[in-house]
C-alpha cells in the first residue's frame, strides 16, 4: 500500500504509540478495517476524515472503551494489550471524547476524579469502594488541574456540571484527561461546539501538551484548526488509512482530497 | 449564568433543587402544607362551623397520633430508603413490597419452626438480598429493563408469598421480632442521644470549615453552616420531645435513622456510592472511566432486597403478624415509590437522597393519617395520593436541567 511508506515517513520521530491491523466490526458494520495509526512524544498527530470514516472509533479502541477485534498495541518497545479503560489509564493513555462524558448531575471535581476518587486513608477493613471518599483533596486537585488550564470563568469546583457553558464542559473534560499522569492525550473534536475565543483556549491548551511532552491526537473537521497545531496528519477513509502527512509537505487542498475521494483518485487526477 | 433579572421562577427552582440543602425544600414545603391543613386549619374549620364544640381538638398534631404517625411510615419509608438507590441509576424495583412480604412470611414460619428470633432476621435479611440481586443479575447482565424484571418478580413473589403462608396469615409472637417495634429507649437517654447526635454533627461542621481552611479551599459562609447545624437540631429535638412527651422514642425509629444514615452515608461519600450517581447520571461515561456498571447494578439491587427484608421485619414486628395484604398485596409498594419520588428522587435518575425519601414517606403517611381522622374514604386517599404524586413528579420534570445530557 503507497500510504504505509508516507504512514511512517523516514523523517517521522520515534512513535510512543503505535497500533497495526486494528479492525473492529459492529455487528455488520465493520468501522475499521485494519489501520495502523502511531504518534510520538512531543508531537500533535491530526486524525481527520469524513463523518463515518472511524476516527471516533478508532479513538475508542486505543482508549479501551471499546475492544478491537484484531490488532497490535505497542507503547515504546513493548507490546501491550487494551482490553478496558483501566488498561489504558494504567498505560497513560486519556481521552477527551467527542461527547465529553460528563456527569451533569455531578459537581466539576467529582468529574475530574470520576473512577478515581481518592479514599482517605485508614479505613483498611473496608474495601477500597466502601472507603470514604477524600473531597477535600479531590476540590484541591480540581482546582490544580482548573488552575492550569487557565479557565478563568468557572466560579467554583463545586458547581454542577449541568449548569456550565459549552466552552466549560470542555475545558473539563480536557482537564480530566490531562490532570492525571499520562503521556498520550487523545481529543475528539474538542472544538466543535465552541466559539473563537474558547476555541483558540482549547488550542493554546493542546500546545502545551505538546510543550510538555505528551504524545498528542487531535480529532478535528476543522483543517485551518488542523494546519495550525498538528506536526502530522493521518487520514482515514472507509475505515482504512489512506495516508500520512507531515504539515510541512501538504496543503489542505491535498488532506481534502484524500478525505474526500482518497490517495488513488487524487493521483488518477494528478496523472 | 444568566443575569439577576432574567431568571425565570423555573430557573430559580432548578438552581434550588442543585444545592445540597435545597433538594429538601419542596418536600418540607409539603410536609408543613398537609401537616398546616390537618393539624390547624381542619381542627378551626370544625371549631367554628360546630356551635356545640366546646373547644378546639387538635388531634393530628397531638404526640399522640404523631408517635402512630412514626410507626406507620417506618416500614413505607425504610422501602422507599431502598427504592432511592435503584432510582438514582436510573432504573425502577416494583417487586420491592412482594419481597418484604415473601421475607416477613418466611419470618413468620422460621420463627414458628423454632429458629431463634435474631438468627431467622439475619437469615430473612439474607433472602432478601438473594431476591434483589437476582433481579439485578437479569437486568444488568441479560438486559432486560428493571422496570418488565422486577414487575415480573412483583408477580412472582407475590405468589411464593401465597405458597408460604396458604392461608395468608400468620401470628407472630416471637419476643426478639416483637421488641424491635416494643422497645422504647427511655426518655433521659433518648435525649441525651438527640444532644450526642446534634454534637457529633456540630463537631463535623467545624472539623470540616477548618480542614477547608488549612488546604486553602474555599469556606462555606458561616450563616450556611450555622443554618443547617441549627436545622438539623430543631428536628431532632422536636422529634424526640414529642416522643416521649407520648411515650418514648421507639427502637424501630432510631433503626430506621441509623439505617438511612448508613445507607445515606455509602451513597453520597464513598466510590461505590458515587459509582452509583455517575451510572444514574451518564451510564456511558462511568463505563467509559472503568466503572464495573453491570457489578454495580446488581449490588443496588440487592441493596433493595436488603431494605425491604428489613421493612418486612419492621412490619412483622409491629403489627404482630404478617398478611399477604398487609405486605404484598396491598398498597405498600405505590406507597413506598411515592415517597421516594415525593421526596424529590429524580425518575430519571442521578438526584435524589435516602433522607428525603423519610420525608416522603412522613408525607404519604402525615396524608393517609389525616385523611383518616377527618373520616375520608379510601377512594378520597387514593385520589389525594395520586394528585400528591403528580406533583412531586411535575416538580422533578420542571427542575430538570435543559436539554438533559447530550448522547
Ligand atoms: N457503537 C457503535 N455501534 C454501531 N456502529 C457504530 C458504533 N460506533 C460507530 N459505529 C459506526 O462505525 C462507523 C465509524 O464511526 P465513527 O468512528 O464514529 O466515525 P467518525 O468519528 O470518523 O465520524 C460509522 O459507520 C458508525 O455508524
Ligand atoms: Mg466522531
Known amino acids: 500500500m503507497t500510504g504505509k511508506d508516507s504512514a511512517v515517513g523516514r523523517s517521522a520521530p520515534p512513535s510512543h504509540l503505535r497500533v497495526y491491523g486494528v479492525h473492529k466490526r459492529f455487528g455488520g458494520v465493520h468501522a475499521l478495517r485494519g489501520v495502523d495509526f502511531e504518534v510520538a512524544r512531543g508531537e500533535v498527530m491530526a486524525l481527520v476524515g469524513d463523518n463515518g470514516a472511524g476516527k471516533s472509533t478508532l479513538m475508542k479502541v486505543i482508549a479501551g472503551a471499546h475492544t478491537a477485534d484484531e490488532g497490535e498495541f505497542w507503547m515504546d518497545d513493548r507490546q501491550v494489550t487494551v482490553n478496558s479503560p483501566h488498561d489504558a489509564a494504567e498505560l497513560g493513555i486519556q481521552v477527551v471524547y467527542q461527547d465529553l462524558a460528563l456527569c451533569e448531575n455531578l459537581d466539576v471535581s467529582a468529574n475530574l476524579s470520576l473512577g478515581a476518587e481518592p479514599v482517605s486513608s485508614g479505613w483498611r477493613i473496608l474495601p477500597r469502594m466502601l472507603r470514604p471518599i477524600d473531597d477535600l483533596e479531590m476540590e484541591v486537585r480540581a482546582q490544580k488541574a482548573i488552575n492550569r488550564l487557565e479557565v478563568r470563568t468557572l466560579k467554583s469546583v463545586r458547581s454542577n456540571v449541568g449548569g456550565l457553558s459549552g466552552g466549560q464542559r470542555q475545558a473539563i473534560a480536557i482537564a480530566r484527561a490531562v490532570g492525571t499522569e499520562s503521556s498520550v492525550v487523545l481529543l475528539d473534536e474538542p472544538t466543535a461546539a465552541l466559539g473563537v475565543a474558547q476555541t483558540r483556549q482549547v488550542l493554546d491548551v493542546v500546545k502545551r501538551l505538546r510543550d510538555t511532552n505528551h504524545a498528542v491526537v487531535y480529532i478535528s473537521h476543522n483543517l485551518r484548526d488542523v494546519f495550525e497545531i498538528a506536526d502530522r496528519i493521518c487520514v482515514l477513509r472507509h475505515g482504512g488509512n489512506v495516508a500520512t502527512w507531515s504539515v510541512k509537505d501538504t496543503a489542505p487542498d491535498e488532506i481534502v482530497g484524500a478525505m474526500t475521494r482518497g490517495l488513488d483518485v487524487r493521483d488518477g487526477n494528478a496523472a | ?407
Not at chain 2, 486553602?216 to 453552616?225: K, P, Q, R, V
Not at chain 2, 420525608?359 to 402525615?366: N, T
Open chain 2, 1 to 407: 449564568m444568566l443575569p439577576e433579572t432574567n431568571r425565570t421562577i423555573v430557573d430559580r427552582l432548578r438552581e434550588l433543587r442543585q444545592t445540597r440543602f435545597g433538594a429538601f425544600v419542596p418536600v418540607l414545603l409539603a410536609l408543613a402544607a398537609i401537616w398546616f391543613y390537618f393539624g390547624v386549619a381542619v381542627p378551626l374549620w370544625d371549631f367554628w362551623s360546630d356551635p356545640d364544640a366546646t373547644g378546639i381538638r387538635f388531634i393530628f398534631l397531638s404526640p399522640r397520633n404523631i408517635y402512630n404517625l412514626f410507626m406507620q411510615s417506618a416500614v413505607i419509608a425504610t422501602l422507599a430508603v431502598g427504592i432511592t438507590i435503584v432510582l438514582l441509576l436510573g432504573d425502577i424495583d416494583l417487586s420491592a413490597a412482594a419481597t418484604a412480604g415473601v421475607c416477613a412470611a418466611l419470618l413468620g414460619v422460621l420463627v414458628l419452626a423454632g429458629v431463634p428470633g435474631w438468627l431467622a432476621c439475619l437469615i430473612v435479611m439474607g433472602v432478601g438480598i438473594v431476591m434483589g440481586a437476582a433481579q439485578g443479575l437479569l437486568v444488568a447482565y441479560v438486559g432486560i429493563p428493571s422496570f418488565v424484571v422486577t414487575l415480573a418478580g412483583l408477580l412472582g413473589y407475590q405468589g411464593l408469598m401465597q405458597k408460604i403462608l396458604p392461608t395468608g396469615n400468620l401470628n407472630i409472637g416471637d419476643p426478639f421480632v416483637r421488641s424491635i417495634a416494643r422497645v422504647l429507649i427511655p426518655d433521659f437517654w433518648g435525649l441525651v442521644l438527640a444532644t450526642a447526635l446534634v454534637a457529633f454533627v456540630t463537631a463535623l461542621a467545624l472539623r470540616r470549615q477548618a480542614r477547608r481552611k488549612a488546604r486553602g479551599l474555599e469556606l462555606d459562609s458561616g450563616l450556611a453552616i450555622w443554618g443547617q447545624v441549627a436545622f438539623f437540631a430543631v428536628l431532632v429535638y422536636a422529634a424526640v420531645i414529642t416522643m416521649n412527651s407520648y411515650r418514648s422514642l421507639p427502637l424501630m425509629i432510631l433503626l430506621l435513622v441509623a439505617l438511612t444514615a448508613l445507607v445515606g452515608w455509602v451513597t453520597t461519600s464513598t466510590p461505590f456510592g458515587r459509582s452509583i450517581f455517575a451510572v444514574g447520571g451518564n451510564a456511558e461515561s462511568a463505563r467509559r472511566v472503568g466503572m464495573n456498571v453491570k457489578r454495580i447494578r446488581v449490588a443496588a439491587f440487592g441493596i433493595v432486597g436488603l431494605m425491604a427484608a428489613i421493612g418486612g421485619i419492621f412490619g412483622a414486628s409491629r403489627f404482630g403478624s404478617v398478611s399477604y395484604t398487609a405486605f404484598a398485596g396491598g398498597s405498600l409498594l405505590l406507597e413506598s415509590i411515592g415517597a421516594a419520588v415525593i421526596g424529590g428522587t429524580s425518575l430519571f435518575g442521578g438526584r435524589g437522597s435516602v433522607w428525603n425519601a423519610i420525608l416522603g414517606a412522613l408525607v404519604i403517611g402525615s396524608l393517609g393519617n389525616g385523611l383518616d381522622l377527618s373520616g375520608a374514604s379510601a377512594a378520597d386517599k387514593l385520589m389525594f395520593s395520586g394528585a400528591i404524586l403528580i406533583l412531586a413528579v411535575a416538580i422533578d420534570s420542571i427542575s430538570r436541567p435543559a436539554g438533559g445530557s447530550p448522547r
